[in-house]
Nanobody
Framework: QVQLVESGGGLVQAGDSLSLSCKAS????????MGWFRQAPGKEREFVSA????????DYSDGVKGRFTISRDNTKNTVYLQMSNLKPEDTAVYYC?????????????????????WGQGTQVTVSS
């Protein structure tokens, strides 16, 4: 069982930056590909970004590419999401997720069904 705890959310203005963190309880976080998803009110949870177990491979949704950066520090059991040039449409609850599925050795999954563990989420609100 892996517990994930997100932090760093808040209320910011359009154009601002914000950094999210996800602390994992896993003894060896490098056994898991990690991802960030978000869910706005009335909408389905959507993929934001993923990172491979080693951190060498990253992926982003088209809507955040060039503005968000995912990274990980396996020595600290922590995954990060650096968000810049935030827009009102980025407003959502952001969730961290971990996948231990062996088919994701070298990249992170983009669908919710392929993640095994989820955090409780952190709210990000971007005002215009």
């Amino acid at each position: 069982q892996v517990q994930l705890v997100e932090s760093g959310g808040g209320l910011v203005q359009a154009g601002d930056s914000l950094s999210l963190s996800c602390k994992a309880s896993a003894r060896t976080l490098n056994n898991y590909a990690m991802g960030w998803f978000r869910q706005a009110p009335g909408k389905e949870r959507e993929f934001v970004s993923a990172i491979s177990r080693s951190g060498l491979s990253t992926d982003y949704s088209d809507g955040v590419k060039g503005r968000f950066t995912i990274s990980r520090d396996n020595t600290k059991n922590t995954v990060y999401l650096q968000m810049s040039n935030l827009k009102p449409e980025d407003t959502a609850v952001y969730y961290c997720a971990a996948s231990g599925k062996n088919k994701y050795l070298y990249y992170g999954p983009k669908i919710t069904e392929d993640y095994d563990y989820w955090g409780q989420g952190t709210q990000v609100t971007v005002s215009s």
